[in-house]
Nanobody, 121 residues
Framework: QVQLVESGGGLVQPGGSLRLSCAAS????????MGWYRQAPGKERELVGV???????NHADSVKGRFTIFRDIAKNTVYLQMNSLKPEDTAVYYC???????????????WGQGTQVTVSS
């Protein structure tokens, strides 16, 4: 059984920083893309950033220059470094991994449980 466990959320003042982490564990054959989405109250879930196995990244325009996604392949872990946080970054952040449990499987997306990030003075 595959699990994605997130950590690092919390309350931070505007202009502050947080680092989220998400570790995938269980029976995993291989992992393709990993990334982060977020969902604010009353809004749809939106992509924050994605990273390929080769390290290529794509960040949402709203976080470019402030957030950085990176990963540790050996640890099956993806991180989101968030700097210069704004109140509008307040949301539940979800990590995901596109992975295969068995060699012959198609790629499937697995999700973490979500971690709350609140930016407020």
């Amino acid at each position: 059984q595959v699990q994605l466990v997130e950590s690092g959320g919390g309350l931070v003042q505007p202009g502050g920083s947080l680092r989220l982490s998400c570790a995938a564990s269980g029976t995993i054959r291989s992992i393709n893309d990993m990334g982060w989405y977020r969902q604010a109250p009353g809004k749809e879930r939106e992509l924050v950033g994605v990273i390929t196995p080769g390290g290529r990244t794509n960040h949402a325009d709203s976080v470019k220059g402030r957030f950085t996604i990176f990963r540790d392949i050996a640890k099956n872990t993806v991180y989101l470094q968030m700097n210069s946080l704004k109140p509008e970054d307040t949301a539940v952040y979800y990590c995901y991994a596109s992975l295969r449990v068995r060699l012959w499987d198609t790629w499937s997306d697995y999700w973490g449980q979500g971690t709350q990030v609140t930016v407020s003075s």
